[in-house]
């Protein structure tokens, strides 16, 4: 096969890809894409673009796999522990300003240790400031496109792998001791579980005065990625901070509007307060 049939091949793939499942597959990085296909046809012993387009057209589960493949959702509670310490300050002057009405957005959220890593932030935030009564108004909304994902962060049962970068007292405090470990049902109430697409829709319910999206733009062409960074300054309400994945660096017009307030933790705060 020729370079260009190659080509061909794959361009049709993702084609496909996007008209059975919706996944904007000319969004993300093309390395990426091949990368996991091509985990996926090792795995099902086929070695041709086209032998693997069949072979999805004959088994669905074969997208179930693929998809699975294609959004990888390693994560974990406290990711990156030393981001969220950089964050405690901000969020007690937050959580003071609004006594406790407070909204959050993890946009890429897996299987749900991230939003449940913020609900914490904020229970601990609530916690320095004598104010835990307040809690019950703060809301983090939980996205992901990933169904899979969605079930699990509804589900919030979590192996004791998942807390390994947590700190101790803190998974003490908030979830229970048996496992799978669950969130208490205080920190469960206040996360809120939605499908959503980022390289297609909206955001869910701005303004916002925190978005966590780590560990996922990283996925995305540089366009998509741009088209994103300024989706996130405009949901952050004045003063928001947005969090991205350590290895993220924002670029194009949103950087009018958001400031690189912490390098090492990739923290930006929205202009305008
Ligand atoms: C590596 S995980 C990141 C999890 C978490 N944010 C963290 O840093 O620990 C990437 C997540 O992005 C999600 N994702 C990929 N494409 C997406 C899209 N178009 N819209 C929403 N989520 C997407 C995947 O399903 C996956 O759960």
Redesign the pocket.
Known sequence: MTPEQDERAFRALTRQITRARGL?CDSYKERCLRRRIGVRMRARGVHTFQEYARLLEEDSHEYDRLLDAL??????FF?NAETWRALEPWLDGLWKARRGDVRAW?????SG??PYTVAVAFAEAARRLGQASLFPRARVDA????RT?LERTETAEYAEAAFSEMPPELARRYFTAESPRRPLPELRRIVRVLK????SEPAPAPPYDLIVC???VI?FDRAMQERLFSLFAEALAPGGMLLL?KVETLFGPARERLVLEEPRERIYRRTGA
């Open positions: 904007a959004t990888i959702n390693v994560t974990k990711r993890s946009a890429g959220c897996a240790e991230e996205t992901d496109i990933d994902s959503h697409d980022l390289t780590r560990n996922v996925y994945g």
